[in-house]
Antibody
């Protein structure tokens, strides 16, 4: 069974930092792109960042320069380092399994499955 | 950035009836569109990818159609477990990957 389990969410002050992790199991982690998608309380889904199987990274403009996505294929782990946190970053953060890389391009980048998410609250 | 617009925001339908949800893209996404279902307190679940292909384990009452900029998710005969929020997502032209704002399907 494919599973994703996030951790690391917490209450943090504005300007603070937090590191989220997502441990994957049940599939060949190193072969797939992965993404972080967040959902603010009562709001819709917002893609935050993605990383290809080979380590190429992608970011939403809202987090570029503040967040860093990385992966450790030896540990089947996806990470999101979040610096300079703002109140508007408050959300449940989900990791999700994405598409495959073909000739350097990520294809079929729908998300399946998703982890249950970890809550990040930015407040003083 | 491709903007995805879903309509209606809320849809009230009786159990056993058909529900039709719409998703429009601000520019062509070819058939690179997915649909997700989300219930309260749960992670989104993939229903449809490539506009019309059901994901593994998704009942046949769920169907997707459309291409380019206009897409539809149809639930042929609503069951009680289908009342949820539905999102569309484009993966044709990214970053960023973009989602619609969601359609809440509620019991009439």
């Amino acid at each position: 069974e494919v599973q994703l389990l996030e951790s690391g969410g917490d209450l943090v002050q504005p300007g603070g930092s937090l590191r989220l992790s997502c441990v994957a199991s049940g599939f060949s982690f190193s072969s797939y792109a992965m993404s972080w998608v967040r959902q603010a309380p009562g709001k819709g889904l917002e893609w935050v960042s993605g990383i290809s199987a080979g380590g190429t990274t992608y970011y939403a403009d809202s987090v570029k320069g503040r967040f860093t996505i990385s992966r450790d294929n030896s540990r089947n782990t996806l990470n999101l380092q979040m610096n300079g946190l703002r109140a508007e970053d408050t959300a449940v953060y989900h990791c999700a399994k994405g598409g495959v890389t073909i000739f350097g391009v990520i294809k079929n980048n729908w998300f399946d499955p998703w982890g249950q998410g970890t809550l990040v609250t930015v407040s003083s | 950035e491709i903007v995805m617009t879903q309509s209606p925001a809320t849809l009230s339908v009786s159990p056993g009836e058909r529900a039709t949800l719409s998703c429009r893209a601000s520019q062509s996404v070819n058939n690179n569109l997915a649909w997700y279902q989300q219930k309260p307190g749960q992670a989104p679940r993939l229903l449809i990818y490539d506009a019309s292909t059901r994901a593994t384990g998704i009942p046949a009452r769920f169907s997707g159609s459309g291409s380019a900029t206009e897409f539809t998710l149809t639930i042929s005969s609503l069951q009680s477990e289908d009342f949820a929020v539905y999102y569309c997502q484009q993966y044709n032209n990214w970053p960023p990957i973009t989602f619609g704002q969601g359609t809440r399907l509620e019991i009439k």
